[in-house]
């Protein structure tokens, strides 16, 4: 699944369309978190799926910022900046409370985000947030790649392992298949949709970002 941003109705009416079974593999590939409303729905809603199948979550950059905001006051001056507002808000019970410290945020949602994986392999796939070295072993990736760089302007050649490798991060109204990598991002907190793919069939799903349009197909 591409990059959800808070938007905890899309993403429940995405797995509905789905509907994941026991022996299914789910790979969110990150950005839970910031300019959507509900930030602090789509983790529970993850954790909930994490009970009935199995699930790697991956870690995205903003994760990564939300995760860094605990303990860096200019960490935090950063997440808000980019969209973190609004997931502080989904936190806050009270409208007049500002919890700008975090501390609204239960143990198991940062418990969800310690977890979150730098990229996750298959004997066929390769799924990482944003970007990747072609050249070296996913486990000697580093952080800027996997978690900040777009493959906007150039995307990357084939990986050395000759696996696909399933991408998000850089958004559009579409799904990109360049031959070896694909983009799931379809700008979920920006006016576009979640989407589902799998690798496998080159079936994909999706839904807006109010979850009211849903739609299955190939990319």
């Known amino acids: 699944m591409g990059d959800i941003h808070g938007h905890a109705d899309a993403l429940r009416r995405l797995l509905d369309e789905i509907q ?10 990150g950005d839970y978190v910031n300019r959507g409303l509900d930030s602090r729905g789509v983790i529970e809603a993850l954790i909930k799926l994490s009970e009935h199948c199995r699930v790697f979550p991956i ?8 995760l860094d905001a605990r303990s860096d006051l200019y960490a935090l001056d ?15 019970s009270e409208s007049w409370f500002y919890a700008s410290d975090l ?31 072609p ?6 990736q580093p952080t800027r790649l996997l978690r900040w760089t777009s493959i906007e302007d150039v995307p990357p050649a084939p990986h050395v392992s000759g696996k696909l490798v ?7 109204l579409f799904v990109r298949h360049y031959g070896h990598v694909v983009c799931i991002d379809t700008a979920c907190g920006f006016g576009g949709r979640l989407t589902a793919h799998e ?8 839904v807006d970002e109010s979850g009211n349009t849903k739609q299955g197909g190939n990319p």
């Open 135 to 140: 050249f070296v072993p996913m486990k000697a």
């Open 20 to 29: 994941p079974q026991t022996s299914d593999t789910v790979v969110p590939l």
């Open 59 to 66: 870690l995205g950059n903003h994760d990564e910022m939300m």
């Open 166 to 172: 399933v991408v998000g991060h850089t958004p559009k």
């Open 199 to 206: 690798p496998a069939t080159g079936m994909t799903w999706w």
């Open 103 to 133: 501390s609204f945020v239960p143990d198991s949602h940062w418990e969800f985000l310690q977890r979150c994986l730098p990229s996750y392999e298959t004997d066929a796939c390769i799924f990482t947030h944003a970007c990747y070295d």
């Open 78 to 92: 950063r997440f808000r900046h980019d969209g973190g507002e609004k997931t502080l808000d989904s936190y806050c």
